[in-house]
């Protein structure tokens, strides 16, 4: 993996702008200072995102984070305040829907009840005057794609949840878009239809090639299904960068809770060392990575299947995280037990691999918790 560090999570970088260059990379749609005010409220807040050609995009935020409005200013359904959005140099952001040639999968999808299946799909076609004959045939490839074209007299109503999710997708791919834009598309299924429809909706885009901005607020959806992930709240963007890069290296407190589970403890930074601090925590002294500032208080963030549980005090050990403690807890979850300590540096959770603890810390034990200090990341506090 390359070096993210740096490049990705400088802080002092204006966090709400989500460009993160990359020499080879080429941007198809650059959205520039882009805002959405209804009333008093600011939906979208002065956002700046160069999304890259053949990428699979998710916009990843909590409800009310701004998500599906900047997918629909994108889509042209909503029209921005400020703002431009430009496609190869040309200002799409005053064009309708329809002269931008981009897909759009809506949240719920919004299947013409009214319309077979067959129709839904053909829909975007006859809107644009394509011929019956060129009709048929892209609505029963598009259909096949999703493995729909057995289905394609069906009304809406007499399909299942995953399968009218296929038919949206059909619908918005039927016409070739240079984007393909989706509001959480497997927000309304269960669980395990969710895993395999990701899955598929990987291999959908690997093959077609085109250009995915997908919305979700699942973190395990968004690093499971994307190439690069945009962290949003309040409508501003925090943190945008491959999935492994913003799970290691959170920026923020916010983005390391919201990213699964995170250790964050307390410290003190005693000085700055180039692009590390130097911190002490638990009587130690370790040079960390990360958000870089002046001596003084600082959070630090630690995954929790970064730690590994000793029963003996481990000699002394440069790069080394050492933490004394007691276990509170225990809980088996299947590929892992889930232990809560508590530390001289505060509560501490660390996640032992069922398959390769030899000796199951139990309620009580008195441990020491240990990672090394690659693992141990600064973050600011949001
Ligand atoms: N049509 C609208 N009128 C007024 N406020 C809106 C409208 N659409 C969205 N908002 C507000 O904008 C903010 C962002 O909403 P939204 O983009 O739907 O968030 P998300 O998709 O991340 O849940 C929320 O505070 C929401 O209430
Ligand atoms: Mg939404």
Known sequence: MRDVSKAENAIGAAANHGDSLN???????????????????VAVDNICLDIREGEFLTLLGPSGSGKTTLLMMIAGFVAPSAG????????????????????????????????????????PLRVRGVEKVAIREKVLSALKLVHMDAYAERMPKALSGGQQQRVALARAMVFHPEVLLLDE?????????????????????RRLGTTFVCVTHDQE????????????????????????????????????????????????????????????????????????????KASLSVRPEQISIEHQAPASADGELVIQGNVADVTFVGADYRVQLNTEAGPVIARCRTSEQIRVPGQGDQVWARCHTSAVWRVVND
């Open 23 to 41: 020499g080879e990379a080429k941007v198809l749609l650059s959205v520039r200072n882009i805002i959405k005010r209804y009333g008093s409220v």
């Open 84 to 123: 431009e959005m430009l496609l190869g140099g040309a200002d799409v952001a005053p064009l309708p829907p329809e002269k931008r040639n981009f897909g759009m999968v809506f949240q719920g999808y919004a299947l013409f009840p009214h319309l077979s299946v067959f129709d839904n799909v053909a829909f």
């Open 185 to 205: 598309p497997l927000g309304a299924l269960d669980r395990q239809l969710r895993a395999s429809l990701q899955d598929e909706l990987k291999a959908l885009h």
């Open 221 to 296: 959806e968004a690093m499971s299904m994307s190439d690069r992930v945009v962290v949003m709240r309040d409508g501003r963007i925090i943190q945008v960068g491959e999935p492994a890069a913003i799970y290691q290296r959170p920026r923020s407190r916010f983005v390391a809770n919201f990213l699964g589970e995170s250790n964050l403890l307390d410290a003190t930074a005693v000085e700055k060392d180039g692009q590390s601090s130097v911190i002490e925590i638990a009587g130690r002294r370790l040079i960390v990575d990360g958000a870089v500032s002046d001596p003084g």
